[in-house]
């Protein structure tokens, strides 16, 4: 198979994340005789230092040209410091939604029982869960206009719905439940909003020609707290953007490590995978930061090409690292591997090179300063 990847390695961590994921594709191209050729573009801060732009049009035709792309990650404290900055990265990636209309977020949430101690929750609410958001990516309020008025002392951000924007992701998410558990959970707000309503009505018509998916309904202040008191409960939650971006964040600490979440931006062109981390600045150019997020989002892409032996040997590989006990920092603050080892430890794997012949005292381990 021949496929054209864009690259963005985007801000902070995103170029060391992703070019361990990059590593990996190039293993799976070698070991499966496929082709990916890469074109590396700009967006985000980086974007802005080297162009003034957060998404250069360039970026917009790569991507469009593109069968796929492939993300870091985007922002820079001194734009976060600063909130009368008229440019921002996270503008870029929002155009970027928005221009190859990605409307369908996908953030599966699945748990590791090497990690299950790092969770917050308690082990047997952690255990077997698996269920994946599906959020609504280029309406609502993050789209809505804004306003601001002459004197700065009063603001608006407009939440719009239309039922064309609700019912292509609700289709997407009956299918996927289909696939899963067959059960799907609409989190909305409709007790308060008028949009939250229009989407029971457009989901509820829908779910007519989906009889074998259960559905069910929560507002989302009852699913924030569902989501730390019974994640087991979820397969398929479906709800608008911004309690996507919400509760997507609340769901990804049950894993132990926000840096293991891959996911995937669909649509009707090319398709956008990113790990669900931020740029982490601190970490940038340290080779600590966990590549495990970039290289299962490398996976998402290969399921996204139908390749989906290739994406399960992703997987296989990722599970080993972790019950190999080879993990980052953010995992084991003590005895730690660096980003780089583990890249290569992966893609060694889906070589066929290890298990068989891996020594980890033969591999660079990074003992903390701290003890
Ligand atoms: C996400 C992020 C973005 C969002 C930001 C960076 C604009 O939080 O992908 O969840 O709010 O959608
Ligand atoms: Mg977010």
Known sequence: ????????????????????AVRVLDAIAETYNHQFDYTYCLMGADAIDKTGNPLPDETIEVCLASDAILFGAIGHPKYDNDPTAKVRPEQGLLRLRKSLQLFANLRPVTTYPALHHLSPLKQKNVEGVDFVIYRELTGGIYFGKKELNAEGTQASDDCVYAAEEISRIAHLAFQAAQKRRKKLTLVDKANVLETSRLWRKVVKEIAAGYADVELDFLFVDNAAMQIILNPKQFDVILTENMFGDIISDEASVITGSLGLLPSASIGNGSALFEPIHGSYPQAAGKDIANPLGSILSAAMLLDHFGLSDEAAIVREAVNWTLTHGFVTKDIDPVNFYFTSTLGELISDYVSGRIPGSVKSENIELRKSTII
Not at 1 to 20: C, F, H, L, Y
């Open 1 to 20: 198979m021949e496929k054209n990847i864009a690259i963005i390695e985007g801000d902070g961590i995103g170029p060391e994340v992703t070019r361990q």
